[in-house]
């Protein structure tokens, strides 16, 4: 895992990649320090963290599209399947090697609360201050671990890029997708079934058949349909929950209310760890396929 972590780390940081990345994370955290600590002398780093979270960390697919796709690509991948180690450990050394340089700007950002704090007129709460910066490196790893899963699923970086910023969008606008759509148990179940579209198109991009993915997507329908006819009122108020369980960046505005959120921590490195395994899954069965 170390040799693997080596090389991504080297990799990114050698490359423009990784400095375009530091620097466009560094940008959008300055610009939102400047702005609510230093104009206005809001004494809550808190408040720049949380709104700095969905622009800054729309970058991470410049980070993440390479991660496996490259791999695919150039068929390099099949180096990393004769490496005397577990698939597990080349997904981790991937992985920890992204955090670390999404660290970077972040550890920069540790700066911030203690230069602003001779700024505010009523002093920052650092231990709030720098539990959302914790947050938001959690929030950050998240998002490149989901990200680093879609980058198995293709072979282009285009792609895996753009599938990546579409699913960040999508996480951030829950709230405006709730507004527009209608309710009732029936809206529900086309929910269920659009997901279940979903996981059989996944499966196909994992294991490349369609009998597979066919066998998926049908079963989770008539599940779902067979559901809905014996006992409809379960659907009620099911797709607010779908939707509202993939919502990442609401948690972390609970540090706005002056509160050390670990619940909100929690659940970032649940995610982290759900979507590595999801990627050590994909990435092996790439293997026997």
Same mark, same amino acid.
């Given at each position: 895992m170390n040799a693997v972590f080596r090389k991504e780390f080297r #990799?990114?940081?050698?490359?423009?990649?990784?400095?375009?990345?530091?620097? =466009?994370?560094?940008?959008f955290l300055g610009l939102n320090t400047v702005y609510v600590n230093y104009n206005y002398g809001v004494g809550s780093f808190e408040i720049v963290m949380v709104s700095a979270a969905f622009l800054s960390l729309l970058a991470v697919p410049l980070l993440t599209m390479r991660s496996f796709s490259?791999?695919?690509?150039?068929?390099?991948?099949?180096?990393l399947y004769s490496l005397p180690i577990g698939t597990g450990k080349i997904v981790l050394g991937k992985f920890f090697a992204m955090a670390a340089?999404?660290?970077?700007p972040t550890l920069v950002a540790c700066i911030y609360p203690l230069i602003a704090s001779? =700024? #505010?007129? &009523? $002093?920052?709460?650092?231990?709030?201050?720098? $539990?959302?910066?914790?947050?938001?490196?959690?929030? $950050?790893? @998240?998002?490149?671990?989901?990200?680093?899963?879609?980058?198995?699923?293709? *072979?282009?970086? +285009?792609?895996?890029?753009?599938?990546? /910023?579409g699913a960040i969008l999508l996480m951030y606008f829950t709230n405006i997708i709730l507004s527009v759509l209608p309710s009732g148990a029936w809206v529900s179940l086309a929910a269920v079934i659009i997901l279940a579209l979903v996981i059989a198109g996944i499966c196909f991009a994992a294991t490349k058949s369609a009998?597979?993915? &066919?066998?998926? @997507?049908? +079963?989770?329908?008539?599940?779902?349909?067979? +559901?809905? !006819?014996?006992?409809?009122?379960?659907?009620?108020?099911?797709? *607010?929950? !779908? !939707? &509202?369980? /993939? *919502?990442?960046?609401?948690?972390? *505005?609970? %540090?706005?209310? &002056?509160? %050390?959120?670990?619940?909100?921590?929690?659940? =970032?490195?649940?995610?982290?760890?759900?979507?590595? %395994?999801?990627?050590?899954?994909?990435?092996?069965?790439?293997?026997?396929?």
């Open positions: #990799s990114g940081m050698c490359g423009m990649t990784g400095m375009i990345f530091i620097a =466009y994370v560094l940008l490259e791999e695919r690509h150039n068929k390099t991948d099949q180096l340089i999404f660290a970077i001779t =700024y #505010s007129s &009523g $002093g920052i709460n650092l231990a709030i201050g720098y $539990g959302a910066i914790l947050a938001y490196y959690l929030l $950050g790893c @998240a998002i490149i671990a989901i990200c680093m899963f879609l980058s198995t699923l293709t *072979e282009s970086q +285009v792609i895996a890029a753009i599938i990546s /910023i009998v597979i993915s &066919g066998i998926c @997507a049908a +079963v989770l329908i008539i599940a779902a349909v067979i +559901v809905y !006819i014996i006992n409809a009122s379960l659907f009620e108020g099911l797709i *607010e929950t !779908i !939707i &509202g369980s /993939i *919502e990442i960046f609401k948690p972390i *505005e609970s %540090f706005t209310l &002056g509160t %050390f959120d670990i619940a909100c921590l929690f659940r =970032y490195l649940s995610i982290c760890v759900l979507f590595i %395994f999801f990627t050590v899954q994909s990435f092996e069965k790439r293997r026997w396929n």
